[in-house]
């Protein structure tokens, strides 16, 4: 028993955050949100660079091996840098693609997957596909099938702009029957539990940063125990969400995905409620940075598995 | 103790009823914080105001039909159960119209007013400045005297409407160094287009420009635009944004109506149990509201004051108001993370409920202290 | 419209008040819970004697007629002072009797109701009867008829050590058929709800008066925000149910009066929970006379109806 | 990361297991809180140390197994799967002994320790004063020195288990007039039943004896009993409450145990769907406390010393424990109200979560300044 990242791990955590930190991510998802994705095209290829997307692709893809408590990590860092695009989804589809019975599929799209040469979205028939104008591996599922879907509607506003939701056109190439959905969506509720986490310290970090230099009434907010201990709250949340988050990785049984999956977004959503109403009025500016962390805490909760799905996975593991 | 209307009431809600089911639009309009959606709101204020709907509770002679507060309730509840447009006016309206009736000249609510109600003068707010948030006394934006009047200067922000209305209202230091902070500060209306008045829209958190920024140089108001006596402001701002925080700002119909639209969408959705609770909470919460509205206009048709007590009013509505949005985006699943469905811009709006208008920190400070006799000063 | 209580009502809280005020109810509900029912008694001849239970039965069996108002008013002040003993029940069985197609029971049994002679419990069979062993007359419910039990079970102590609820023995003598339950439920819901917020309000003042005169660091603790915004959020909770149960007393409407059992009660646990954290250890023990309010808000939560139970009246309303 | 056991731990659970499949009773035991059940419970304490699983973490040579904490963890998970009875040498054993260990000399080891293990002494707390609550530091019970010991006077309260108990510990003024009032404290144990202690057992809630006054009137403490330097209490004290707060007071087992109980009894009652969010995040919290705690135990075997975080710990299982008992009382429904369910005592034991070892409000204040960096200073 060694419930602890390794010094690689967090070595790897700190060096994302650093690269993040450097590129500007703000404009990157403004931009994004716009539809201009050539900033956003360049930031994916620093983190694919970094070996993100490796991690959830099998060596035999070149791939670095299917690590999903290292990708874990690495969500968490995209997560708190609101990196835009389709992150859970292109690992979602790795991980599809590493499943399916015939080979070829994944031999002839995986590698473009693990160096960042290409994104990918995946959607079951219905729902939404995150970003399929931005892709070039759109993936149509069925309870029976998986096909590379040929297009893609318009794009759906999101609460989160950078979320741009299309549909799939129906038909397209047919690259497996039986798809192993279960096994995907494991990866993709993994990943979503990790990027709110790092959603929800990124909001606590700079409430806490503003609260600390916003005065009123003569004395920085922070000193007031009403915002000290909502803060308080806040960062237990977040604390408790953290092990559920790595154990779900460590384990990846459903039930502690699940578990993982709710827990780190409704975490990451109170702490936006929180952040929300300490700075006031600016925070509910789109203009103020804040606000690309704060709808995506909102849209996060529901992607990927409501909370009521999620639970419903924990009453019954 | 009679909880039921006069029939004279209930003859006058008939009456907007049939007026909203004959004029209500069929479609919702476009959102009023868009230059499209701003129009067609101003356009259904003009449409409002022919039939005199614009400003029920107000005197006839500046438009209105002298209704008191129950009657002003039923015309809110069938206003918002009819599904009628969001009020382009009601900053005007709720915040600057009773303050004209209470600190205002003759000349000036004759001038005003009629515009006001029409629609064809909206109508923005400007208190707060970067500075003075929750703070509102430490406001710095100057008015300084000139020859027939005022030359304000500074800068104020989150003015609501500013982006697409006309004019605006706020406080200003008309005298600096006085020994407190809201002392000399004089309370005047300005022309959004005067010369010397830069507007730069802010985006709220849907992008939509709700508020803005206002840059003031010099913009010259004339003597007739301040409102009772120069240096007073504060005292005459204190008791519009009592009522803001009081009886007018969010009517019981609004929330009864919100309330049955989300019953009746939990209800096409086949009654999911997991929301049941919450459902009933909403339903229950717009009823507590509605008979707390009730309690509170009786008091004050019976000659009470309404003082600290609509702080409890405040810390209710706003939080009733996000749980409420809140669960009809989770029956709403994933579809509820879209941007345009029907609750969208309405939670996004809630969202700044317990920020405005008094933060709800302030507001449990208030209840503490004045309703429960808590010790004052540590914070 | 005036949703106001009117001179008299004020005036008739008041005195009930300041009668149960010097009566000494602590001492009253000690002995009570321990089933000694002199005090108990004694209190219950004074509160009848005010006037409270004739406002549960019509004035052909010797009430003032049915008066829901007045008697949530009153019901306000017995549960703001604890007042023990099958107070609810004994309006309960009131509204039962009152309403029967036969009127001979009516005229036997209400009479000593309203003067307070005797004292009523009512369960349906299965549900536990309130101080069984106190009472004269005990209502026993099926679907379809309504018994005057002949005896009763032993005392199952409730968290509330107050309450001290028996089963019925079935049998003995019919008194109707088809019995009015629904009407019974109104009442019983109706008066527990004003019972309950009268227990909040009392906590919420006993707490108040606490932490202004309770000093920790040097300072009353009713100077810390976090103390502060708490009895605030008792404050409203308190102050958005009153309004509730006045209402649903207006119009005895069954979701409104749902609405006003579970808002009440919800009002009065959430209370009894912040009197508790906000007195620390002392709150917790039984001697210390808080402890009477904290129990029964607990209690009253379940009585005559689950939250769940009144919200699924207040969605199908 | 390595989130397995052992498989040495896993043998060690095994013999656990087998244990207490064949040694816990099968009818629960008489309250604690009784004298009755005090006795069961003492026995019970003599049984699992006469196979040595009372101290499980103890050396050897005091009764233990040297179980780490992972392997202490193991035994506490496998302790309440088996719904093992409560441990009254709690106090003893996860406040007292830990000190002892850190701070006692080789010869009070020996003389205390045993005797704790097998139950034959059970020990309560004496922290608490009638006026220091929260502010621990302003204790005005004394130590006087006196020829080859001291004498102990004042008031002690919230004495957990010394209505039934045999001797107690706790902190005593030994230096009046310090210049702060946490110098000059000395840590003591002494006698329940020496000449001068009165015990005046208080009522918890459900009216059961959980604790106790303690009036002190001169009685003599030996030398022997003082622990550490006199005056260096308050710092000794400290390092056994960061103990008290973190790791050992609630062991994830508990909550384990409990989340499952809950979710049988939910499964049992038919899966009621409005309950069931609440159930599951029983279930939830459980894991992430277990996680949680898994994380800080890995910590401190990687030689990091646990500091504030216990706040977080402290926060969450308080609240936690709550919660899912107010869902089980729910699921009880009218039957919730009832004192003798098998979830009534714990019930009421949980709601003095948030208020001891620290309030609550304390703990959210050590969170937002040591953890986060807040302004200290005004609350």
Not at chain 1, 127 to 155: N, Q
Not at chain 1, 209 to 223: K, L
Not at chain 2, 278 to 290: F, K, M, N, P
Not at chain 2, 354 to 379: H, K, M, S
Request: aromatic share 8%; charged share 25%.
């Amino acid at each position: 028993m060694r419930f602890l990242l390794d010094t690689e791990q967090r070595a790897f955590a700190g060096s994302l955050d650093a690269m993040l930190t450097a590129a500007d991510t703000p404009s990157v998802v403004r931009d994004w949100s716009r539809g201009d994705h050539a900033k956003g095209r360049a930031l994916w290829s620093r983190v694919a660079g970094a070996g993100v997307f490796a991690l959830a692709v099998p060596e035999e893809y070149e791939g670095v091996g299917r690590l999903p408590l290292d990708l874990a990590v690495a969500f968490v860092e995209l997560g708190r840098h609101a990196v835009p695009g389709p992150l859970v989804e292109t690992v979602t589809a790795a991980a599809l693609l590493s499943e399916l019975g015939d080979p070829a599929p994944a031999k002839r799209l995986l590698p473009a997957l693990a160096s960042g040469e290409s994104m990918a979205t995946v959607a079951r028939r219905g729902s939404y596909a995150l970003d399929g104008d931005a892709v070039a591996v759109r993936l149509s599922l069925t309870d029976g099938e998986v096909r590379l879907s040929p297009g893609h509607g318009p794009v759906r506003a999101s609460l989160d702009p950078a979320r741009r939701r299309t549909h799939l056109h129906p038909g397209g190439e047919l690259l497996a029957t039986a798809p192993p959905f279960a096994t995907a969506l494991l990866w993709a509720r993994l990943a979503t539990a990790a990027q709110a986490l790092g959603v929800g310290l990124a909001l606590l970090d700079r409430t806490v940063a503003y609260v600390r230099q916003r005065t009123q009434f003569g004395v920085p907010i922070g000193s007031f125990q009403a915002v000290k201990h909502r803060l308080a709250d806040a960062k237990v949340a977040l604390e408790f969400a953290r092990p559920l988050v790595l154990g779900a990785a460590a384990t990846l049984d459903p039930a502690d995905v699940a578990a993982a999956k709710v827990t780190a977004c409704e975490a990451a959503y109170t702490t936006a409620r929180t952040a929300l109403q300490l700075h006031g009025a600016i925070g509910y500016t789109a203009e103020y940075d804040l606000s690309l962390w704060l709808t995506k805490a909102r849209a996060l909760r529901t992607a990927w598995g409501t909370p009521g799905e999620c639970r419903a996975v924990v009453v019954s593991g | 103790m009679d909880l039921t209307n006069s029939p004279a009431d209930e003859a006058f809600r008939a009456e907007a009823r049939a007026w909203l089911d004959a004029h209500v639009p069929a479609e919702p309009l476009p959102s009023l914080e868009t230059e499209e959606g701003f129009a067609a709101h101003r356009a259904w204020e003009a449409e409002l105001a022919a039939d005199r709907w614009s400003v029920v509770s107000w005197p006839e002679e500046f438009g209105g039909r002298g209704a008191d507060v129950f009657r002003w309730l039923v015309f809110e509840e069938e206003y918002y159960a009819a599904g009628a447009p969001g009020r382009v006016g009601q900053n005007g309206i709720s915040l600057l119209a009773p303050t004209l009736f209470e600190h205002g000249t003759e000349e000036q609510r004759a001038r005003v007013l009629p515009s006001m109600a029409t629609g064809e003068t909206v109508w923005a707010q400007a208190w707060s400045e970067p500075e003075a948030g929750s703070d509102l006394a430490s406001l710095t934006s100057r008015a300084v005297r000139t020859d027939g009047g005022w030359l304000l200067s500074g800068q104020k922000t989150w003015s609501s409407r500013a982006a697409f209305a006309d004019r605006a209202f706020g406080l200003f230091r008309s005298e600096p160094g006085t020994p407190r902070p809201h002392q000399g500060l004089t309370y005047l209306m300005f022309d959004l287009h005067a010369p010397g008045v830069t507007v730069r829209p802010i985006g709220r958190l849907d992008g939509k420009p709700a508020f803005a920024e206002l840059f003031l140089d010099e913009v010259l108001v004339p003597d007739e635009d301040v409102i009772g006596e120069p240096g007073q402001g504060w005292r005459i701002a204190m008791s519009t944004t009592a009522e803001e925080r009081g009886l007018t700002l969010r009517s019981p119909g609004r929330f009864l109506a919100a309330a049955d639209r989300l019953a009746a969408l939990w209800r096409e959705g086949g009654e999911d149990p997991f929301t049941r609770d919450r459902v009933a909470d909403a339903l229950i919460g717009a009823r507590a509201y509605q008979l707390f509205t009730y309690a509170a206009a009786s008091r004050s048709a019976a000659g009470e004051r309404l003082g600290p007590e609509s702080s409890l009013n405040k810390v209710f509505w706003s939080e009733y108001d996000i749980a409420l949005h809140e669960t009809a985006l989770d029956l709403l699943g994933e579809e509820g993370e879209s941007a345009d469905t029907g609750w969208s811009e309405s939670y996004v709006f809630s969202l700044a409920g317990p920020v405005y208008a008094g933060t709800n920190e302030i507001q449990r400070d208030i209840i503490a202290e004045r309703l429960l006799g808590l010790p004052r000063g540590r914070r």
